[in-house]
Every structure is written in C-alpha cells, then in structure tokens.
C-alpha cells in the first residue's frame, strides 16, 4: 500500500524559509510519473505550488515560482519543497500527492497534509 | 488561459442527480480530473482522464467533456457525498496544473 507523510516544522516565522518533506512508503520514488505539493489555506481551495517529474525536470506555480524549490531524494525515497520569504499568506495545509497509477495527469495518492503557520 | 471556473455550492436531495460542471479554455485541449475533499480530509481523486474512475470509486461517480466545460455528475447522491469538489486540468502549455475553485455539495 502506497503511502505518503508530510513533515514539516509547524510554525515559521515571517521571512524565514519553509521546508516540508513528504516521505513515500510502498513504493519507490523513481517510479513515478511526478509528485508535486498543493497546499490550501484555511477555509479556502487547492493550490498547486509544483511538480518534480521522473526525469528531474521541476515546474511551478508561476504566482510562487521566485520562492520555490522543489528536489527528490531517491536515496530516502522522500521529496521535499522549500518557500522562501514567508509572510502570513503562506499559512496553509500543505499537501504531497503523485501520480504513481496510470491514471493519465492526475494526482491519484496524497499525504493526509500538514498545517504550516507563518507567525511571529 | 490559467483558470479553471467552477460555481462555489449546489445543493441535491438525497437520491438525486447533480451535475457539477468546471469551465476553462485549457479544457478544450487537456482532460479534467475530479477530487473530492470530504471535511477535515485530504483530497482523493474520483475522476481522471475526463470520465474514468479510479479502482474503489462507486459507478454513481462519472465524468464528461464538451468544448471548454467538463462535468461531474452524481447519480443518486449519498449523504457520504457531501463535501467540496475541485476540478483539475493543465493549463495551455501543459506544463502547469490548474484547480478550480470548489464545488461545495450539499446532500438535502
């Protein structure tokens, strides 16, 4: 059974940068089409931050591209996204998810999220 | 074109039918993706490849396209049905996902 587990440090404060890693089980991590995080601040919808495709190749959300960087770890079978100059507006779910059944585009498994706050 | 357009609530009697629909230029080029986010819980995926269902997903679930819109249509919802949709495509270049904004479903 394919799993996925964010991590992440829960609270970040304002211009520090975040990093969340997203830990995969039952399957390896090279294998997959891409994974990619989404996260959704409270009370509002999904945002798509990027996706790090089987090849390397990254792709981002334009609106977060100058903070973001996404990078795979096959070693630790782990992904992880960095977001530099947090402000508040960054306070969100973050979500892993990969695309690892055919299932064309779509993003079939996702980690249960994490809660990051951005405050002082 | 970047967005996705979907309207915020609907609400269906127990048993009915509802559509849901999701509107966007990309859609014409791309397939939509359909995810449910019951509260509280991550996201799961319940229609890919326009009208595909993923192993588990009951038949009630299906999927459509037609120029620049794509649907979601529960066919005699459950209550378990209530929750928040969000359609999912890619945008002109392929390369950048796109979500729209959420269906909020209500089971009357």
């Known amino acids: 059974q394919v799993q996925l587990q964010e991590s992440g440090p829960g609270l970040v404060k304002p211009s520090e940068t975040l990093s969340l890693t997203c830990a995969v089980s039952?399957?390896?991590?090279?294998?997959?089409?891409?994974w990619g995080w989404i996260r959704q601040p409270p009370g509002k919808g999904l945002e798509w931050i990027g996706s790090?495709?089987?090849?390397?190749?990254?792709y981002y959300n334009p609106s977060l591209k100058s903070r973001v960087t996404m990078s795979v770890d096959t070693s630790k079978n782990q992904f992880s996204v960095k977001l530099s100059s947090v402000t508040a507006a960054d306070t969100a779910v973050y979500y892993c998810?990969?695309?690892?059944?055919?299932?064309?585009?779509?993003?079939?498994?996702w980690g249960q999220g994490t809660l990051l706050t951005v405050s002082s | 074109s970047s967005e996705l357009t979907q309207d915020s609530a609907v609400s269906v009697a127990l048993g009915q039918t509802v559509r849901i629909t999701c509107h966007g230029d990309s859609l014409r080029s791309y397939s939509a993706s359909w995810y449910q986010q019951k509260a509280g819980q991550a996201p799961a995926l319940v229609i890919y490849g326009i009208k595909n269902r993923p192993s588990g997903i009951p038949d009630r679930f299906s999927g459509s396209s037609s120029g620049n819109t794509a649907s979601l249509t529960i066919t005699g919802a459950q209550a378990e049905d209530e929750g928040d949709y969000y359609c999912?495509?890619?945008?002109?270049?392929?390369?950048?996902?796109?979500f729209g904004g959420g269906t909020k479903v209500t089971v009357l």
């Open positions: 998810a990969g695309n690892i059944s055919p299932t064309g585009t779509s993003f079939d498994h």
């Open positions: 790090v495709y089987h090849s390397g190749t990254t």
């Open positions: 999912n495509s890619r945008d002109s270049s392929g390369n950048l996902v796109l």
């Open positions: 039952g399957y390896s991590i090279s294998s997959a089409y891409y």
